[in-house]
């Protein structure tokens, strides 16, 4: 059975800096499309960044790009969200989310196989 555990969420001020973290268990992703979403208070669950482990290939949403850096460990079969500069506006919900196939459907959150099961982020301005 596959599992994703997120943890590194919490409060912090704006301007500073979170890590999240997915440990995944079940099977390896080291070759597959790890990645992160996120779901606002109102808002839908929208993609933050993903990592392509075959090419090591690395997509960020606009709103995240040169803030947020998303990064992988093979070896610990686990994926990071390095979070900088963090705004009111990153507060929300954070998903781990994995899919096996890649199809080039980076962004759609419907491709992904495995989810996590969220870790709140709150950032206070």
């Known amino acids: 059975q596959v599992q994703l555990v997120e943890s590194g969420g919490g409060l912090v001020q704006a301007g500073g800096s979170l890590r999240l973290s997915c440990a995944a268990s079940?099977?390896?992703?080291?070759?597959?499309?790890m990645g992160w979403f996120r779901r606002a208070p109102g808002r839908e669950r929208e993609f933050v960044a993903a990592?392509?482990?075959?090419?090591?290939?690395?997509y960020y949403a606009d709103s995240v790009k040169d803030r947020f850096t998303i990064s992988r460990d093979n070896a610990r079969n686990t994926w990071s969200l390095q979070m900088n500069s963090l705004k009111s506006e990153d507060t929300a919900v954070y998903y781990c989310?994995?899919?096996?196939?890649?199809?080039?459907?980076?962004?759609?959150?419907?491709?992904?196989?495995?989810w996590g099961q969220g870790t709140q982020v709150t950032v206070a301005s």
């Open positions: 989310a994995a899919k096996t196939l890649y199809n080039g459907r980076i962004f759609d959150r419907s491709t992904y196989d495995y």
């Open positions: 990592v392509y482990g075959r090419f090591d290939s690395t």
């Open positions: 079940g099977r390896t992703f080291s070759t597959s499309v």
